[in-house]
């Protein structure tokens, strides 16, 4: 039946469910267990728990090999063997408890770290530090192997070097059917912690400086992140010449070895994925003033080091981060969508291998030969390439021009750019549209817009129209003026034009040095639940002089 739903699904993926499924007897399947502390994962057939009403169960497609299963198959959780590791799980839901909402048998989805829901950090839109955190992802779940034993599972809330996977919903995020199973893998943790920490905590601009340190999946992850957002200097600290080289490639202006970084200095922001006594150091030495270092490192026990307090007391700020402080069911489809846009080419830092050789995909963990494996428990059902899925572009402006950026995924990309100063908007600029078929890009179309006049502050033409005659005001669609603000929409204050004649404001968020990408909100401003999103750039046009 899973098969059935997911080809149809695949076609047309609001194909309606007649009935969801729920599993209500334990499910047989095979997993890689770890017999003992620091002993090989070998595959054996389990038995897994029928999922609760607030879990689902998913037929596991791929899962990554991250840093953080060698610790756990190290003992850094404790005394849990025999044990299933691995918790960068992606793929199809067979069954939903009777209590998950909007995940639904078919859907293809990627797992993360689980959270309560309820506690005030989840309340607060922080579910990364959840009161339960440690018991909902380090707890013992049970498995009965085959020859009657018990094995843990639960790893990450996960386990999912698994044929098949019992998880919380609240760990599921559903991402689309164009994404490759090795390129959705690791967008459960080691890619979510990277990228997130640049998009959530430390959000550097297109003026700032961030040094990385360590060029393994999270710290390449947050360079890409970071050429995302435009930052003008991004540094790669490494040993190893190699990923230097691929970090340049994916969006580093600058690499260094560990070696001879004495000296380089001048970042705002810098993340810091090893955690030891020598990048704590390092990173604080580098921080300019008031600058802003995240720690995101897991290693086994307190893992204490040393501070250097004179040096926080110029306002540097040392702070970890989580998972990238991210909200699953947010945040990865984000990461799908900046995969889809071509600024997360996420296939570069992949090497597949098969299931069944898991014990080869660990140790290329080990020795750093491969910077973020993933294990595929079936190549014919890989999906399709990466190099034929994502995109090309070489910015998302480009992107956005040649129509490569579906509209479903707008609205997150447009939360990922950094923010736009009122100041930042003077003088006439060009628009056009980018949300396809919208009932205000119609009406825009129709009075030949052009773009937008931003004399000061307090006087904006919002509405710029070309006529026989040249370039003029439009008063009477835009019923009046408009003036510049600063304002917050879904998490980003940045500047804000509000019309004066009708309850319509537009946020502008940095798209390119010389571009805007800017959204449509306000009464009435939806379309079928669609905002209109639309680009602004600096107009050369001589006729600016004669606009009336």
């Not at 003992?36 to 728990?49: F, H, N, S, Y």
């Not at 956005?400 to 600029?429: I, M, N």
């Not at 003029?472 to 019309?499: I, P």
Request: with cysteine.
């Amino acid at each position: 039946m899973t098969d059935t739903i997911d080809a149809a699904r695949a076609v047309d993926p609001t194909t309606p469910i007649a009935a969801t499924p729920v599993a209500t007897t334990p499910i047989a399947t095979t997993a890689a267990v770890v017999h003992e502390r620091g002993g090989p994962a070998v595959l054996t057939g389990i038995t897994l728990p029928a999922p609760g009403d607030d879990e689902v169960l998913v037929r596991i497609r791929a899962s990554g090999v991250c840093p953080t299963d060698l610790f756990g198959i190290a003992g850094g959780a404790g005394d849990r063997f025999p044990a299933v590791f691995g918790h960068e799980g992606a793929g199809v839901v067979e069954a939903v408890g009777r209590r998950v909402g909007g995940i639904h048998p078919g859907d293809h989805v990627v797992l993360s770290f689980a959270s309560c829901q309820t506690c005030a950090a989840c309340a607060d839109g922080h579910p990364a530090y959840c009161a339960r955190f440690s018991a909902l992802n380090y707890g013992a779940r049970g498995g009965a192997a085959d020859g009657g034993g018990r094995v843990t599972t639960g790893w990450m809330s996960q386990s999912s070097w698994a044929e098949h996977v019992v998880a919380p919903a609240s760990s599921v995020a559903v991402i689309g059917h164009d994404v490759p199973w090795q390129v959705a893998a690791p967008l459960g943790c080691g890619i979510l912690t990277g990228a997130g920490t640049v998009l959530n905590t430390l959000r550097p601009g297109t003026g700032d400086a961030l040094l990385v340190l360590g060029a393994g999946t999270t710290g390449l992850a947050a360079v890409m992140a970071a050429r995302h957002r435009g930052v003008a200097r991004v540094a790669v600290s490494d040993p190893v010449d190699a990923r230097r080289v691929l970090a340049r490639e994916v969006g580093a202006t600058e690499t260094h070895d560990p070696a001879a970084l004495d000296g380089v200095t001048g970042f705002t922001h810098a993340i810091d994925t090893v955690g030891s006594q020598g990048t704590t150091d390092a990173v604080l030495a580098a921080l300019a003033p008031r600058g802003v270092a995240a720690t995101v490192a897991l290693k086994p026990g307190a893992n204490p080091v040393t501070v250097s307090q004179s040096r926080l007391l110029w306002g540097r700020t040392l702070t970890g981060v989580i998972e990238g402080d991210a909200v699953v069911a947010r945040d990865v489809p984000l990461l799908a969508a900046l995969w889809r846009a071509g600024r997360l080419p996420v296939e570069r830092l992949v090497t597949a291998y098969d299931f069944a050789d898991v014990g080869a995909a660990i140790d290329a963990v080990r020795s750093g030969r491969a910077i973020k494996p993933v294990l595929l428990m079936d190549r014919n059902a890989a999906g399709p390439g990466p190099a034929a899925s994502s995109r090309s572009s070489a910015t998302l402006l480009e992107a956005l021009r040649a129509g490569d950026v579906p509209d479903a995924d707008l609205p997150a990309l447009w939360r990922s750019l950094p923010p736009v100063a009122p100041g930042e908007l003077r003088g006439l600029w060009h628009g056009w549209g980018v949300t396809r078929d919208h009932r205000a890009g119609r009406l825009l179309e129709r009075s030949r817009w052009y773009g937008k006049l931003f004399r000061a502050d307090d006087d904006v033409a919002p509405i710029v129209c070309e006529t026989d005659d040249g370039l003029v005001v439009d008063r009477a669609l835009a019923r009046g003026g408009a003036t510049l603000r600063t304002l917050e929409h879904d998490g980003v204050t940045t500047a804000a034009m509000v019309y004066d004649g009708q309850a319509i404001v537009d946020l502008f968020v940095r798209l390119a040095p010389d571009a805007v990408l800017g959204v449509m909100t306000g009464r009435d401003a939806a379309d079928r639940g669609r905002a209109y999103f639309f680009v602004l750039e600096p107009s050369g046009d001589p006729r600016a002089a004669g606009i009336a």
